[in-house]
């Protein structure tokens, strides 16, 4: 069976089994997945199982979208296995009826900001403070058997290096 992991922010998970035709998801206690996170709609999105057996995932117009492997989706998007899936700020993973199934791709972190050029100063008696380095954010990658717990690590660490080193 197919199911879904709600990931909340306090390191808690929910987990829904998927067996049937379709599941509403949103903050509204009608959906059959309930968010409690604010930024996700009354009606965000809907599970629908497909030919295939299956599912795909379609936003219902919400405000703060759903994004599927950190893309924004606009029409039905077939899940794969451990596809990560935000409701507004709340995370998801779905896992595939089949254990083999083969696991979503990996998305590349995005490049590095570009550093903008400096105007030459006048010299003076004190050194320059240098730019910080801020490191690249990785996509978050779910560790295997820790859950969301390890996905909330995976990208907090780089963060609470970036604020040690400041």
Known sequence: MAKIIICHSDGNEDKYGLSGGKFSIGRADTNDIVL???S?????????????EEYAVSD???TNHTKVNGRIIFESTPLRHEDRILFGDTLAIYHATDPEAEPAEEIAPPPAPKKKKRKKEKKSATAPIPEPIVPNQPTPTPVPGSGCLGIVLAAAIPAIGYLILR
Do not use: K, R
Request: aromatic share 0%.
């Open 60 to 62: 219902l117009g919400s």
């Open 36 to 38: 409690p996170d604010g």
């Open 40 to 52: 996700s709609s009354n009606q965000h999105a809907a599970l629908e199982l497909q030919e295939n």
